[in-house]
């Protein structure tokens, strides 16, 4: 059996109130002294969490309203919330690292770890992105073996649905089960922590070789009920990283508290006050998730009966961005955020392209109140999965000089929209952003039914194991275009596929161009891993170099050596790269990445055909590819 790693905690120290800008006491507890700690008055437990920080380590404000607080405020906000209420704890939900902005992704996402560990977080679930730079990485993030190359992790991780993973020292486990929580008031809250069973479809496949992903939620009601019963904690609180609205219903009655993440969609579940309710096993149950980036601190506020040391009320609270941002910002934790900015600040602000007027975005879900969220929906079609698709159609060349039949992308790999800056300029920095995972560029040699599988795996079949969301929407480049008809079986909805204007042929072969972690069968793409491709001496990479920094130009350049060698009129291989280079990387200085073969590939898509692609894509961003018949 696994250890679990309970890591009992016997209480955090107050901290001193911050001489910096008052907080808003809307969400902060009643100051509970210890006179006030008797049996006849009840103990108040603020449980604060974040989730899907993804190196979102500053602030960000938009037309004069905080958006993201960044980690130095929160951290203000945590340790006045702890000095009112030394019965308050912090942990984090995963996802705290990978996909990141410039600022920590170029660092390697080291200052995001040194930021949260300022933060005094109690423990974080593993996330998806912990695993980004595979198993290796995570560890010496953990056990602290690689000092000069990544920073250690004060706070333990846990996965107590994951088996595995090892251990280390003196038989640690890399991740535990649980870590228990003594507060000052004496209550014992166990953190429970766990994650979805779609991980493998969602990492490079081979990432979680040796790994295996139980049912979480079968895990956390078994854990739950142990450490009830053998009176190890008084309270269960699950940290589950994964859809809190589809897992609310699903805990069981040991459970007082279910904190989630993953989709970036802040909710907040409870039978106090909350606008919607569902039913659970546990009549007080709440459950929060923060969001993501730091655009909410989420807060489970727990009343227990200090006699019975019941709960007796869950009330979740959304605590907003601009909310916290009032608090001023912990020094300590800014200091890390100023370092990291000076770091990464003069390779970011390389100009790759000129002349744009109009942002690239990701597919949007709008709420019935009319809210939306940058990137939340992945099942449509986006102006910037078309732009990226061409810069790859364009880009990735085979082995003989030509240019792949079809350009794909799967919209998780779009992390950020493209916006312009006000001059019309692109820079690097904002290029990495949109793409900031360490991944080569290569092809797949497909039969044409191959290619119209992969459209068909676009519909996921098990979202309890292959992924959470009902449909994962792949950008293509614009010489495909394809019909469908949702209401027909599985493998049947896909009803036409053009390829340059002629139907696809089933039998004939077609190559597609894309990142390898797509290739490779991610997000359970696996009609992509049939054809002849992976061999790792057959993946061509684009390579970052000055000439291709030079084409800043909206208009395709004539060809010459550094540039365009097609004019894009071809049938069946698309416009030409820059300059072929067979398993080329870029230089260390433009991207400090490890992990990957190819470092510094992650964001120069952009720069090696952003030109070309972009004019196409402008002229897709109000056209929808894939009509409904």
């Given at each position: 059996?696994?250890?679990?790693?309970?890591?009992a905690?016997?209480?955090?120290?107050?901290?001193?109130?911050?001489?910096?800008?008052?907080?808003?006491?809307?969400?902060?507890?009643?100051?509970?002294?210890?006179?006030?700690?008797?049996?006849a008055?009840?103990?108040?437990?603020?449980?604060?969490?974040?989730?899907?920080?993804?190196?979102?380590?500053?602030?960000?404000?938009?037309?004069?309203?905080?958006?993201?607080?960044?980690?130095?405020?929160?951290?203000?906000?945590?340790?006045?919330?702890?000095?009112?209420?030394?019965?308050?704890?912090?942990?984090?939900?995963?996802?705290?690292?990978?996909?990141s902005?410039?600022?920590?992704?170029?660092?390697?996402?080291?200052?995001?770890?040194?930021?949260?560990?300022?933060?005094?977080?109690?423990?974080?679930?593993?996330?998806?992105?912990?695993?980004?730079?595979?198993?290796?990485?995570?560890?010496?993030?953990?056990?602290g073996?690689?000092?000069?190359?990544?920073?250690?992790?004060t706070?333990?991780?846990?996965?107590?649905n994951?088996?595995?993973?090892?251990?280390?020292?003196?038989?640690?486990?890399?991740l535990?089960?649980?870590?228990?929580?003594?507060?000052?008031?004496?209550?014992?809250?166990?953190?429970?922590?766990?994650?979805?069973?779609?991980?493998?479809y969602?990492?490079?496949?081979?990432?979680?070789?040796?790994?295996?992903f139980?049912?979480?939620?079968?895990?956390?009601?078994?854990?739950?009920?142990?450490?009830?019963?053998?009176?190890?904690?008084?309270?269960?609180?699950?940290?589950?990283?994964?859809?809190?609205?589809?897992?609310?219903?699903?805990?069981?009655?040991?459970?007082?508290?279910?904190?989630?993440?993953?989709?970036?969609?802040?909710?907040?579940?409870?039978?106090?006050?909350?606008?919607?309710?569902?039913?659970?096993?546990?009549?007080?149950?709440?459950?929060?998730?923060?969001?993501?980036?730091?655009?909410?601190?989420?807060?489970?506020?727990?009343?227990?009966?200090?006699?019975?040391?019941?709960?007796?009320?869950?009330?979740?609270?959304?605590?907003?961005?601009?909310?916290?941002?009032?608090?001023?910002?912990?020094?300590?934790?800014?200091?890390?955020?100023?370092?990291?900015?000076?770091?990464?600040?003069?390779?970011?602000?390389?100009?790759?392209?000129?002349?744009?007027?109009?942002?690239?975005?990701?597919?949007?879900f709008?709420?019935?109140?009319?809210?939306?969220?940058?990137?939340?929906?992945?099942?449509?079609?986006?102006?910037?999965?078309?732009?990226?698709?061409?810069?790859?159609?364009?880009?990735?060349?085979?082995?003989?000089?030509?240019?792949?039949?079809?350009?794909?992308?799967n919209?998780?790999?779009?992390?950020?929209?493209?916006?312009?800056?006000?001059?019309?300029?692109?820079?690097?920095?904002?290029?990495?952003?949109?793409?900031?995972?360490?991944?080569?560029?290569?092809?797949?040699?497909?039969?044409?039914?191959?290619?119209?599988?992969?459209?068909?795996?676009?519909?996921?079949?098990?979202?309890?194991?292959?992924?959470?969301?009902?449909?994962l929407?792949?950008?293509?480049?614009?010489?495909?275009?394809?019909?469908?008809?949702?209401?027909?079986?599985?493998?049947?909805?896909?009803?036409s596929v053009?390829?340059?204007?002629?139907?696809?042929?089933?039998?004939?072969?077609?190559?597609?161009?894309?990142?390898?972690?797509?290739?490779?069968?991610?997000?359970?793409?696996?009609?992509?891993?049939?054809?002849?491709?992976?061999?790792?001496?057959?993946?061509?990479?684009?390579?970052?170099?000055?000439?291709?920094?030079?084409?800043?130009r909206v208009?395709?350049?004539?060809?010459?050596?550094?540039?365009?060698?097609?004019?894009?009129?071809?049938?069946?291989?698309?416009?030409?790269?820059?300059?072929?280079?067979?398993?080329?990387?870029?230089?260390?200085?433009?991207?400090?990445?490890?992990?990957?073969?190819?470092?510094?590939?992650?964001?120069?898509?952009?720069?090696?055909?952003?030109?070309?692609?972009?004019?196409?894509?402008?002229?897709?961003?109000?056209?929808?590819?894939?009509?409904?018949?």
């Open positions: 059996m696994k250890g679990t790693h309970p890591c905690d016997h209480g955090l120290a107050s901290a001193a109130a911050l001489t910096l800008a008052s907080v808003p006491a809307v969400a902060l507890a009643v100051p509970q002294d210890e006179a006030s700690q008797n049996e008055s009840p103990i108040t437990l603020d449980l604060y969490n974040l989730t899907d920080v993804h190196g979102h380590i500053q602030q960000v404000a938009k037309k004069g309203v905080v958006r993201e607080a960044g980690l130095p405020a929160m951290n203000c906000y945590l340790k006045k919330a702890r000095a009112t209420n030394p019965n308050s704890s912090f942990t984090l939900l995963g996802d705290n690292i990978g996909a902005p410039y600022i920590s992704g170029a660092l390697k996402d080291n200052p995001t770890i040194a930021a949260l560990n300022t933060m005094d977080p109690l423990a974080s679930t593993i996330g998806n992105h912990e695993l980004d730079m595979g198993q290796a990485v995570f560890k010496q993030r953990v056990d073996s690689n000092p000069s190359e990544f920073v250690r992790a706070f333990p991780y846990l996965g107590a994951i088996e595995g993973m090892g251990t280390y020292g003196d038989g640690t486990p890399y535990g089960d649980y870590k228990v929580w003594t507060s000052p008031s004496g209550m014992k809250v166990a953190f429970i922590g766990a994650i979805a069973q779609d991980v493998p969602k990492l490079s496949p081979g990432t979680t070789a040796g790994l295996t139980t049912d979480p939620i079968a895990r956390i009601n078994s854990l739950a009920a142990k450490l009830k019963t053998s009176g190890e904690a008084d309270v269960v609180i699950a940290m589950l990283d994964d859809d809190v609205k589809n897992n609310y219903t699903k805990v069981g009655k040991d459970v007082d508290g279910l904190m989630g993440g993953d989709t970036h969609v802040p909710y907040e579940f409870d039978h106090v006050n909350s606008v919607e309710s569902f039913e659970s096993a546990n009549p007080r149950l709440a459950g929060i998730a923060s969001g993501s980036y730091t655009d909410n601190l989420g807060l489970i506020r727990l009343m227990i009966d200090p006699a019975t040391r019941k709960v007796t009320s869950a009330d979740s609270i959304l605590i907003p961005a601009a909310e916290v941002a009032q608090c001023g910002a912990d020094p300590d934790t800014q200091a890390i955020v100023d370092q990291a900015e000076a770091d990464s600040k003069e390779a970011g602000k390389r100009v790759v392209a000129t002349g744009y007027t109009e942002p690239f975005r990701r597919g949007v709008t709420t019935p109140e009319g809210a939306t969220d940058p990137g939340s929906n992945r099942g449509i079609e986006s102006s910037l999965g078309d732009l990226v698709a061409d810069s790859l159609r364009e880009t990735i060349l085979t082995p003989d000089g030509k240019n792949v039949d079809i350009g794909m992308i919209a998780g790999g779009l992390r950020a929209d493209l916006v312009p800056n006000e001059d019309g300029t692109i820079t690097y920095a904002q290029t990495y952003e949109v793409e900031p995972f360490s991944n080569e560029l290569g092809y797949v040699t497909l039969k044409g039914s191959d290619v119209k599988d992969a459209l068909e795996q676009q519909w996921k079949t098990d979202l309890n194991s292959q992924n959470s969301r009902p449909m929407k792949l950008g293509l480049s614009s010489n495909v275009r394809y019909t469908y008809d949702p209401a027909r079986p599985y493998g049947e909805r896909i009803t053009t390829i340059n204007g002629e139907p696809l042929k089933a039998d004939a072969t077609y190559t597609v161009g894309s990142v390898t972690f797509l290739l490779a069968g991610g997000d359970s793409f696996e009609a992509l891993t049939r054809g002849e491709h992976s061999r790792r001496t057959e993946i061509w990479t684009a390579i970052l170099s000055t000439p291709t920094w030079a084409r800043t208009r395709r350049p004539a060809p010459s050596p550094s540039a365009d060698a097609a004019d894009g009129s071809q049938s069946g291989s698309q416009a030409a790269a820059p300059t072929q280079h067979k398993n080329a990387k870029a230089p260390k200085s433009s991207l400090a990445r490890t992990g990957a073969d190819a470092e510094g590939l992650v964001g120069a898509l952009f720069v090696a055909a952003i030109g070309g692609a972009g004019l196409v894509a402008r002229r897709r961003a109000n056209r929808y590819q894939s009509e409904n018949k």
